[in-house]
């Protein structure tokens, strides 16, 4: 029995990957593609970015696990073997990861940051007076596991919190949340700085052009660390020329890497960095793998299934 580790992001260090998950699964072969054994005795695949094709080769495999949150990069892969698992990463470290990702963004907006650097490079010496935490309001799009820790935490920083979910969820601890597409004007319309963490799937793919973003307060700000292609990135440059948005961290991209010529670059009012908001922690991860793993060998239900009808 072997498990195949396969990654085509060059950033992802896959001796660190292989030893953890060895620490996790003493028990287990592990192979890192394209060295890859045996073909007949590889069980599980723990992908990140795979090259397309290759789980389609073994003959006995039971499970995908994906060593990142979203399982995108597994279910574009035209090869995918059918009626396997796709198992999501929910990790506590990398929720922690986001959690703070965001938390950085929200207090460089929130304290106005963003303005006293341009000032600075003017020589300017305005003050503008701060608004209280519990006098603004954070949206937070995508109410998973990481949707509601980073509103918990913020809630806890005294920010007034509200969440919108695409499909209906139970029990959502601090938040005030709505959902549902017919909500989401009203949701909006009340951000003054909007998180998003949805992943890209059918209901989401495309979900805020410059209608949905006009909703917006005058002066908001948007952080994305979900995915690209929710947000329409032509019709957020508009709505940042015209002061309609402050400014936007952006963290995930229609396109990734960011073509070149993308206006966004150079936008004065956008913070790019290259999808590295939740980066996995190889050591934490490869636990909750080999739980799921173990799980699947004493016929348990690994956590979290991907669903093809929710789309995450
Ligand atoms: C990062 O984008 C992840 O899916 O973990």
Redesign the pocket.
């Known amino acids: 029995m072997s498990i195949i580790l396969a990654s085509t992001d060059f950033w992802e260090d896959m001796d660190v990957w292989s030893n953890s998950l060895r620490m996790a699964m003493p028990e287990m072969d592990i192979n890192v593609y394209p060295d890859e054994g045996d073909i007949n005795k590889v069980e599980y695949a723990v992908v990140w970015k795979h090259p397309k094709g290759i789980l389609k080769k073994y003959p006995n495999l039971k499970a995908i696990l ?1 060593l ?3 399982v995108d990069h597994i279910i574009s892969d035209p090869d995918l073997p059918k009626g396997l698992p796709i198992i999501r ?1 929910v990790d506590k470290k ?1 929720t922690h990861e986001m959690c703070l990702h965001a938390l950085h963004w929200v207090l460089h907006f929130h304290s106005d940051q963003y303005l006293y650097r341009i000032q600075q490079f003017n020589h300017e010496w305005n003050q503008k007076s701060s608004i209280q935490s519990e006098d603004r309001t954070i949206g937070i799009m995508g109410l998973g596991n990481i949707g509601k820790s980073i509103g918990d935490l913020l809630v806890n920083l005294d920010f007034k919190v509200i969440g919108w979910g695409a499909r209906k969820k139970e029990a959502l601890g601090l938040i005030d949340y709505s959902f549902g597409k017919d909500k989401l004007s009203s949701f909006l319309s009340r951000a003054d700085i909007l998180i998003n963490v949805l992943p890209k799937t059918q209901n989401t793919a495309n979900l805020l052009s410059k209608k949905e973003l006009e909703c917006l307060p005058k002066g908001s700000f948007i952080i994305n660390i979900g995915r690209g292609g929710i947000i329409d990135e032509s019709d957020l440059l508009i709505l940042l020329d015209n002061n309609h948005i402050a400014a936007a961290a952006l963290d ?1 991209f229609t396109e990734e890497p960011l073509p070149e010529n993308n206006s966004l670059w150079s936008h004065p009012s956008v913070y790019i960095t290259p ?1 590295i ?2 980066q ?1 922690n190889p050591k934490s991860a490869a636990k909750t793998i080999a739980e799921n793993i173990h799980n699947i060998q004493k016929g348990k239900l690994p956590y979290p299934i991907y669903s093809n009808e929710n789309g995450y």
């Open positions: 994906s990142g949150a979203g990463l990398l995930v999808h908001a939740g996995s």
